[in-house]
């Protein structure tokens, strides 16, 4: 079922709460800028209680809707790019160019959602730590001033940001899979991280 079908039973009053929110969370299945969990949270932070209260319900609804739309004119801009790019001969995106195909971002509110997703995911100890893994400790580090910055890093973090990415990017190969697989998930857990905090540090200044 599409997502504006499964919208609408969100707000068919006929249809039980219970039932509604769930459809909700069917909505967030197909769409989850930030991850499944992370985004219900940031519906519940934007919206309020929407697991009990009505108004709150269709706030959340309408959080998400806003998103996706603001998604989906970013996809039709790239795709306008792409375009153009491939009539001049430039078959693949450039490295550095934004893919919003791609991206794990809140099209709309980008740093908020981003700020949100790493306080959800510091909070809950889902950015994983390994006694005497100096990456997860640097990115744990950026995490951290991120957060409490709202977003600035200073020029040394940034630095240790860019490098935690590289670095990170290498463990993450078809032998890492094959050899640990444990461990391969632990480092799209850390990548995942270490995005969000490049969306919410984009664009900031900081005083330091």
């Known amino acids: 079922m599409s997502f504006n079908n499964i919208a609408r039973k969100v707000r068919d009053e006929a249809l039980p709460h219970g039932l509604r929110v769930a459809q909700l969370r069917s909505c967030v ?16 932070a934007k919206a309020g209680p929407y697991s009990r209260d009505e108004g709150a319900l269709l706030r959340a609804l309408g959080v998400l809707e806003a998103s996706r739309d603001a998604w989906h004119m970013e996809l039709r801009a790239f795709d306008g790019m792409r375009r153009l790019a491939k009539g001049q001969g430039a ?12 991206e794990m971002r809140w099209s709309g509110a980008p740093r908020e959602g981003a700020l949100h997703a790493l306080s959800f995911l510091r909070d809950r100890q889902r950015i994983p730590m390994v006694a ?77």
Do not use: K
């Not at 078959?91 to 791609?102: C, K, M, W």
């Not at 400790?137 to 600035?152: F, K, T």
């Not at 444990?182 to 330091?208: I, K, P, Q, W």
């Open 132 to 208: 005497g893994d100096p990456v997860a400790a640097d990115l744990h580090r950026c995490v951290i001033a991120c957060i409490e910055s709202g977003g600035a890093l200073a020029p040394e973090e940034r630095l240790l940001l860019a490098e935690c990415v590289r670095r990170l990017g290498e463990q993450r190969n078809p032998a890492a899979w094959e050899d640990d697989r444990m461990g391969y998930f632990r480092t799209l857990d850390l990548l995942r991280a270490a995005r969000h905090v490049e969306v919410a540090a984009a664009g900031c200044v900081s005083d330091a």
């Open 91 to 102: 078959r693949q995106p450039r490295q550095a160019e934004r893919n919003p195909y791609r």
């Open 29 to 44: 299945q197909l769409y989850r800028p930030i991850g499944f969990h992370a985004t219900l949270s940031f519906l519940e």
